[in-house]
């Protein structure tokens, strides 16, 4: 009783800060922030980000921090703009599309010039197409690059003009491209074709070796510490002056996996913006302070798009996973209201699936619900054979408990916070539950290993449509279908379902026939539970006084996405 009392204490503080009046973080409208103008070059910012990548290869590397490194340093054909969400022209400075919507050409930018001093051509866009459909070299995109299951085709008739295929009708058009950064050819193609790109750029590499299109260029890295990248003087893009981006001549990114550590930093002005919107609630009150002080601002940009979740190994965990009548228990004895008051201070919403109101053009209320209802918890195990042993705890026919661990990110306080909450819930309902704390990349090994109970982590999602955002997620073959990734077939009906419906909505004509179509994805998920989805936090941003033109958005990285319009004052 002792060591629980110890693990509640955390959030009965919290509790007390709640009724001392911080419900002030409870509002519906985004913080409105200056537009970006141009401005004058120079000066460095300092950024921070609570993990960094195991190495600088996108195309072998998964994760949050190596997609933050690769819009730094990389650049892509087209571009969604993060905070309006309109398509723009990136190193194809246009394109045509044919009548029946499956051709385009686009027209490649001239003058072009890696940041070694290479030129760019279509050439490196048709290695990079080499790259993405290889089953080795390209594991990190291949399951998500393909419309209907099959990848598309690329030609280029000339060195400035790139020929994009659809196998089949897509609405979402050339926005599939926005993730895949474009590779040099002329550095990597030789270890392609030795079968050794895997290898390539990983932690230890010379950084002069690893060159790109983007707005910057890797400077240093001090492994646990920081990753500092300076200006590339050979970026393309301009801004409506003329004057060449970036305008800063370096960006310094602090690793820093603790968030209290961070929150400290941000206050003491040691760095100028945090990279995460998931600020915790009782940290908004100290920025609130400071920003009344002219030393930062906050801003609220509205509810997020990447709430947390939590998955069962259904690949190869405990039966009982497998089960739609526990993975409803599990989200029925959770109460969702009381995480977002003690865990959030009232800075988040209650959800039931992975789609949260902060995606309007996609969320639906129609998804199953599943409000707090400890006895309807109780009566689903039941319905099981789980029985309570005297001391009220679960046990299955054979008289083993009901038990199963639970890994999420060590230091990262609001998933630890959560995973408390999650654990005492469930002790409520005789379910027993072990917190396991681990740092991300153990995560992910554990997750890739399928060496698991259950995960409590979270998701990076690259648009707002979900042919392209989550197709990974959703179609049963996916690489990041959490609970049983890669599947040759749909191991249930259900996910076969959602599988027909995702390859439906990716060829629809019209927005309301594909709302309907992902509104029905929505309600399967929501009643067969295979990922349990609680709040969705505010996206809140801590942004120093001396930053100008940042552009927040929903999606992640809520400021880096546009760090090359990014200055400081000096």
């Known amino acids: ?27 519906d409208s985004p913080t409105p922030v200056e537009e970006g103008v141009p401005g004058e070059t120079g000066g460095e910012l300092v950024a921070s980000l609570r993990s960094e990548p195991a190495g600088y290869n996108r195309y072998q590397e998964p994760s949050a921090a190596a997609d933050v490194l690769a819009l730094l340093t990389q650049a892509r054909l087209v571009t ?174 602090a690793i820093i996996p603790d968030q209290n550590t961070e929150s400290l930093r941000m206050e003491s002005g040691e760095i100028d913006l945090m990279s995460n919107g998931d600020i915790r609630a009782e940290d908004v009150a100290t920025f609130r302070r400071a920003s009344e002080r002219g030393t930062l601002r906050l801003i609220d940009v509205g509810v997020g798009l990447d709430p947390n979740l939590l998955w069962f190994n259904m690949q190869r965990g405990k039966p009982l996973f497998n089960e739609r009548a526990f993975r409803q228990a599990i989200s029925y004895a959770v109460d969702r209201q009381a995480i977002v008051n003690t865990v959030f201070l009232g800075a988040a919403v209650p959800i039931f699936g992975p789609v949260t109101p902060g995606n309007k053009t996609w969320f639906t209320e129609a998804a199953p619900k599943y409000p707090h209802d400890p006895a309807r918890a109780r009566e689903l195990l039941t319905s099981l054979g789980l029985r309570p042993r005297q001391d009220g705890l679960l046990m299955d026919a054979q008289g083993r408990p009901v038990r199963f661990s639970l890994l999420t990110q060590k230091g990262h306080t609001i998933r630890e916070r959560t995973a408390s909450m999650i654990q005492e819930h469930l002790r409520q309902v005789g379910v027993t539950v072990d917190i ?65 419906l995702m390859r439906k909505l990716a060829a629809a004509p019209t927005l309301s026939e594909r709302q309907q179509l992902f509104a029905a994805v929505q309600k399967i998920f929501g009643e067969e539970q295979p990922a349990i989805y609680f709040v969705a936090p505010r996206v809140m941003l801590a942004v120093s006084k001396r930053v100008a033109n940042p552009q927040p958005a929903l999606q992640i990285p809520q400021l880096l996405w546009a760090a090359d319009t990014l200055r400081v004052s000096r």
């Open 1 to 27: 009783m002792a060591k629980r009392s110890r693990l509640l204490l955390p959030l009965i503080v919290l509790v007390a800060v709640v009724t001392a009046g911080l419900w002030m973080f409870r509002t």
């Open 80 to 253: 969604v703009d993060r905070a309006t969400d309109q398509l723009l022209p990136a190193l194809a400075e246009s394109w045509t599309q044919s009548a029946d919507g499956l051709t385009y050409t686009l027209k490649l930018r001239n003058n072009v010039q890696f940041s070694d001093g290479a030129p760019f051509t279509s050439a490196d866009v048709l290695f990079t197409a080499r790259v993405l459909y290889d089953e080795t070299a390209g594991k990190a995109f291949q399951s998500s690059l393909r419309v209907g299951g099959k990848p598309l085709a690329f030609d280029a008739p000339d060195p400035s003009t790139v020929i994009v295929r659809l196998p089949a009708p897509f609405a979402p058009g050339l926005r599939l491209l926005d993730s895949v950064p474009i590779l040099p050819r002329h550095k990597l193609e030789a270890a392609f074709n030795a079968r050794t790109f895997a290898d390539q750029w990983k932690m230890g590499t010379p950084l002069s070796e690893i060159v790109g299109l983007g707005p910057f260029v890797l400077h240093e890295h001090v492994a646990g510490q920081r990753i500092v990248l300076t200006r590339n003087p050979r970026y393309w893009r301009r801004d409506t002056s003329g004057v060449q981006l970036p305008y800063l001549d370096k960006l310094s990114i």
């Open 436 to 500: 396991v704390g681990l740092d991300i990349g153990s995560i992910i090994q554990r997750w890739q290993a399928a060496d698991y109970d259950s995960i409590y982590f979270g998701t990076q999602a690259s648009s707002a449509d979900p042919s392209i955002a989550m197709a990974d997620f959703w179609f049963s073959s996916g690489s990041f279908h959490a609970w049983n990734p890669g599947q040759k077939s749909p191991a249930t009906d259900w996910e076969a379902r959602i599988d027909e």
